[in-house]
């Protein structure tokens, strides 16, 4: 494939790593530097990815549409927007996939920490608790996917309001963990995160997957897809 990248970050970057590995071509590259020549650099490609900033999802949305080009979105912190975001693909006939996590065993880890939440409210006694760590630099917070995790959580335990707790520092890539506390013992399922190259890997599984397709998923309409299927 012939994909794009919205921002050159370390996301992006790791990305680019592991689709040019993988034997796919990084035709061009829109930062800030260059986004007023995005329709015209979007081009050509099979689709693109997002790892940019949230403020910039939206124009990057329109942009991909314009071109005709799905668009994988892996930036973060672009909840208010989504409305809009769903809005423009599906007046344009463009397609777009996204998600607070691209990594497949983080998003294996959620179907868990569901099922695990819905167990725990059923026996009673249990409160729920998220935690979440990453790194310095990483400007949302709490975390896309402990938002994520918040809500299932919520589910499970018919509505009830689940504390997360943030920290940022160092160089952490991801961690997330789901705890249920009673008086008598303590139960915990933790995703660690060694790097950034699951994340990358799972976009580029959704970037196969949205090609040829029109409207708005999740990377878990994805792994769905990719579960029932004997193939990517």
Same mark, same amino acid.
């Given at each position: ?33 260059? =986004?007023? @020549?995005?329709?015209?650099? !979007?081009? *050509?490609? #099979?689709?693109? $990815?997002?790892?940019?900033?949230? /403020? %910039? ?58 099922? =695990?939440? @819905?167990?725990?409210?059923? !026996?009673? *006694?249990? #409160?729920?608790? $998220?935690?979440?760590?990453?790194? /310095? %630099? ?65 976009? !580029? ?28």
């Amino acid at each position: 494939m012939r994909l794009a990248l919205f921002g050159h970050g370390r996301m992006a970057r790791a990305f680019e790593a592991v689709a040019r590995g993988a034997g796919h071509e990084i035709g061009a590259v829109i930062t800030s530097q260059n =986004a007023g @020549e995005a329709g015209r650099l !979007l081009a *050509g490609h #099979d689709a693109a $990815i997002d790892f940019s900033v949230p /403020a %910039a999802v939206l124009d990057h949305v329109a942009a991909c549409a314009g071109a005709g080009v799905p668009l994988v979105e892996g930036t973060t912190g672009w909840q208010a927007q989504e409305a809009a975001v769903r809005a423009l693909v599906e007046a344009r006939g463009a397609a777009l996939v996204f998600g607070p996590n691209f990594s497949p065993g983080a998003n294996l880890f959620c179907r868990l920490a569901a099922a =695990a939440a @819905e167990l725990a409210a059923r !026996l009673g *006694g249990y #409160d729920p608790f $998220i935690e979440e760590a990453h790194h /310095a %630099a990483k400007r949302d917070t709490p975390s896309g996917t402990a938002l994520a995790l918040r809500e299932l959580v919520r589910r499970g335990f018919g509505g009830r309001e689940v504390p997360i707790a943030s920290t940022r520092a160092g160089h952490i890539p991801g961690t997330h963990r789901v705890g249920f506390d009673s008086s008598g013992d303590q139960i915990v399922l933790e995703h660690v995160a060694r790097n950034r190259d699951a994340f990358a890997a799972g976009a !580029l599984l959704a970037a196969r997957w949205i090609v040829g397709r029109r409207g708005v998923y999740t990377f878990a309409d994805v792994l769905d897809a990719v579960l029932a299927s004997d193939r990517p």
